[in-house]
């Protein structure tokens, strides 16, 4: 979504400076106008291959990055050679928010625009021990202590930007970008995944539901195979596509405690191979969600989505129209709504054709301009101040 952001700006020449994090391992290899800096921490947290530091090194990391001095020093230099005008963070994990009073004493306005939920828990997720964590006083202990500074760094900010009216309010019932203006802007579907033609359904066939995405707890695939058993037992057999990574162990456990279930497990796929082999999308999210890209990308290849009541999500769908709502964690409820639209002959095809057309108005260049335009409003206000 970044990357889309920045090559949008360019086309509208723009002059877009981008500042990246890499391994400290990796040779530094800057690309035209990408600039990658070496992170300057206790480990570099985003190899895979790598074994999980412990607790104590996961701890510290997060210490040293509620304010890291190293990176706020290499990012008042970079700022300083560019010399920018305006300047725009996004995910600031390994960065830090500390170079938002930094960024600011060099007299640059900031927008930031908020993809994820870094700023309130160091795990992102807002999801703690099976259960959403995070709303008002709920947030546990951890996350409170990390994120305090975080607080006080948000009021060197401009302007503030939400993927989605959900996300921006919860920071703000945090405490963070209080009295920072703000706006929702939300992501947008690439050309490429406009452009395509939905596929046609499939007739006669079970009703076939897909799963996209994490396989874990948070993001809710337990309520889906449980509801596919409660449906099953109902005599409405449903064929499950599930495709995304997950732990062989998790998987293993699924399979047998679902025997009697049809699942087709397609692992890590491109989306756009999924959309022809099902009916409609379940997005069964136990966490909440910043927004839900995947809901739209199902929408842009004429797919309905059913998904959990909360988080940005549910700003993505028309109820009853475009798409249907369950009760986060609900399976039995997950069940009563696939059960209640399969009664009407044609409901999958109809939802589909509203959620595409739904999916129309989420182009890039509407995301680009709304961008553009803040940007100029955040100058125009920060000349007057200055």
Not at 90 to 116: A, E, K, Y
Not at 302 to 308: D, F, Q, T, Y
């Amino acid at each position: 979504m970044t990357a889309q952001l920045a090559e949008g700006l360019l086309a509208q020449n723009m002059d877009v400076s981008v500042l990246s994090l890499q391994s400290p391992s990796d040779p530094v290899a800057d690309s035209g106008n990408i600039r990658r800096i070496p992170l300057k921490n206790v480990h570099w947290p985003y190899d895979r291959n790598q074994p999980l530091p412990s607790a104590l090194q996961r701890l510290v990391w997060h210490v040293v990055d509620t304010s890291n001095p190293w990176m706020r020093q290499q990012v008042a230099q970079w700022a300083a050679a560019q010399k920018l005008d305006l300047i725009s963070t996004h995910n600031l994990q390994g960065f830090s928010t500390g170079i938002w009073p930094t960024l600011s004493r060099l007299n640059l306005p900031i927008v930031h625009m908020l993809h994820d939920f870094s700023l309130l828990c160091p795990r992102t997720v807002l999801f703690k021990n099976g259960q959403v964590c995070g709303l008002q006083e709920r947030r546990c202990r951890e996350c409170r202590w990390l994120t305090a500074p975080r607080a006080r760094h948000s009021e060197s900010v401009s302007a503030v930007v939400g993927v989605s009216q959900f996300i921006l309010q919860l920071h703000r019932e945090h405490g963070l970008f209080n009295h920072i203006p703000g706006q929702v802007i939300y992501n947008a579907l690439s050309d490429a995944q406009r452009a395509q033609t939905p596929p046609p359904f499939q007739t006669g066939k079970p009703l076939r539901l897909g799963f996209l995405g994490r396989l874990d707890k948070a993001k809710g695939l337990d309520v889906l195979l449980h509801a596919a058993e409660l449906l099953r037992q109902k005599s409405l057999p449903v064929q499950l596509i599930v495709a995304g990574r997950g732990q062989p162990h998790d998987i293993q456990q699924w399979q047998a405690q679902y025997p009697a279930l049809d699942i087709q497990w397609r692992g890590h796929i491109p989306p756009s191979t999924l959309w022809p082999d099902i009916d409609a999308l379940v997005f069964p999210s136990h966490s909440f969600e910043a927004l839900g890209n995947v809901i739209l990308e199902a929408a842009a290849a004429g797919r309905a989505s059913i998904a959990s009541r909360h988080g940005g999500c549910v700003e993505l769908i028309d109820e009853g129209l475009s798409g249907a709502f369950f009760e986060p964690g609900n399976a039995s409820d997950l069940a009563r709504v696939i059960h209640d639209l399969h009664q009407h002959a044609g409901r999958w095809e109809e939802m589909g054709r509203q959620a595409y057309k739904k999916s129309r108005s989420f182009t890039t260049q509407r995301r680009i301009q709304a961008f553009a335009n803040l940007c100029k409003d955040v100058l125009d206000a920060h000349g007057q101040h200055h």
